[in-house]
């Protein structure tokens, strides 16, 4: 069972092998792939840093407990009608999103994300709207 934060349901349908080091890249891609390949893993919603923001670079500014992140958090909960708590796997949270989510919906309740602008995340609530499942990273 993993531990997410609700914005790093959005992260993980955008996610494509970037991030904020090799550390951060490996762990997310580890998890990515995990959910891709058995949706049916259960995830634990928490509130606050969860199992990706361990691996989070120590360079100074550890953005995980700011405020906008909290905010963001509870918002995407808000949009899936989740709450933090619950247990559910993959799959269930893809549901959530193909009853809940549009692509347009990244450009308001992510507004200040650095990685927006990618527009990757538009891309991945489509795919699960067309429910194609995550992405392939290679």
């Not at 989070?56 to 909290?70: A, F």
Request: charged share 30%.
């Amino acid at each position: 069972m993993y531990k997410l934060r609700g914005h790093h349901l959005f992260c993980l349908l955008g996610y494509r092998g970037m991030g904020y080091s090799e550390d951060y890249i490996e762990n997310m891609t580890l998890l990515h792939s995990k959910l891709r390949e058995n949706p049916k893993t259960e995830i634990l919603l928490v509130k606050g840093p969860d199992h990706l923001c361990e691996k989070y670079p120590n360079n100074g500014k550890y953005h995980c407990q700011n405020d906008t992140i909290y905010e963001r958090d509870a918002a995407i909960l808000e949009k899936l009608d989740l709450n933090i708590g619950q247990i559910l796997k993959w799959e269930v949270i893809e549901s959530r999103i193909q009853k809940y989510v549009t692509p347009s919906d990244i450009q308001a309740v992510c507004q200040s994300c650095s990685w927006r602008s990618y527009g990757v995340c538009e891309e991945g609530v489509q795919e699960i709207l067309d429910g194609k499942g995550l992405r392939e990273v290679k």
